[in-house]
């Protein structure tokens, strides 16, 4: 695949002796994505949309950037190796760095366990768990040049507490929390940092479009907030987790779930 044409390079440029840190979040042009490539731009940081749908993530980085420091647009496949090399090797190419990566790009599956299908099985894990891993060695081999670094993975409240019809989703949710844990402790003496933010019931298009009035329901009886996130709450996690303000904090969740994993019996 030839990517020479999607990231757009920078027009604007900081004033010299100025860094301006380069952040790639997959699955960056919607929802819970949308939100962090934002707010990222907003803290002054340049950002690269990465997004298999690269219509759109040339419209939310034409929509997110500003004069002086632009965002830039990438399509990106973390289901694909070949895919995660050529973009990787474009950014290198075109921006010379990467210092913060946020794996958000994922996608579900539901289905009960008996029935969960293979090949449901095995493109939830290739896209929620061997994409951020692939992702992230290439990142943090540009970041360990630099001397610092933050990845941040996009976890899940699933992957602590199982929930019926999440075999794939639920699994692939755990595995990446232990990847996370698995990068900090390799990566600290680099000088980077790798941390997880889990995500509770957000209300985002895919919630709304998939999350039945029962599984609403269940959430709002069991979220002591009794009520859904909003992607901004996610996006001001991360972009506090990739500061320089969390340089001490590596290996760690965070749950963003209004108190779901701390709450047992809300009724009495």
């Known amino acids: 695949m030839n990517l020479a044409n999607s990231l757009q390079p920078p027009q604007g440029r900081a004033r010299a002796g100025e860094l301006t840190r380069v952040a790639l979040v997959t699955g960056g042009a919607a929802g819970i994505g949308a939100a962090i ?52 090797a474009e950014i290198e190419r075109t921006l010379g760095r990467c210092d913060i990566l946020v794996n958000n790009a994922g996608i579900a599956g539901v289905a009960s366990f008996l029935d969960c299908p293979l090949d449901v099985w095995s493109r939830v894990l290739a896209t929620n768990v061997t994409g951020p891993m692939l992702c992230s060695q290439r990142a943090a081999r540009l970041m360990k040049a630099q001397g610092w670094g933050r990845i941040v993975n996009i976890a899940s409240i699933s992957g602590v507490r199982a929930s019926t019809g999440r075999t794939a989703y639920g699994t692939s949710k755990a595995a990446l929390i232990g990847l996370t844990r698995q990068m900090a402790v390799e990566l600290a003496e680099a000088g980077i940092t790798a941390n997880c933010v889990a995500p509770g019931p957000i209300e985002t298009p895919l919630t709304r479009d998939h999350h039945s009035p029962e599984t609403r329901q269940g959430y709002h009886r069991t979220v002591p907030m009794r009520r859904y996130g909003q992607p901004a709450d996610i996006a001001e996690t991360v972009a506090f987790l990739c500061s320089d303000h969390a340089g001490y904090i590596t290996g760690h969740m965070v749950a963003v779930d209004g108190g779901f994993l701390a709450a047992g019996i809300l009724d009495i």
């Open 37 to 88: 490539s934002r707010t990222l731009a907003a803290a002054g940081l340049r950002v690269v949309v990465a997004d298999i749908d690269l219509d759109a993530a040339h419209a939310h980085a034409a929509s997110i950037g500003t004069r002086k420091i632009p965002a830039c647009a990438l399509r990106l496949d973390v289901a694909d190796a070949s895919s995660i090399a050529a973009g990787f």
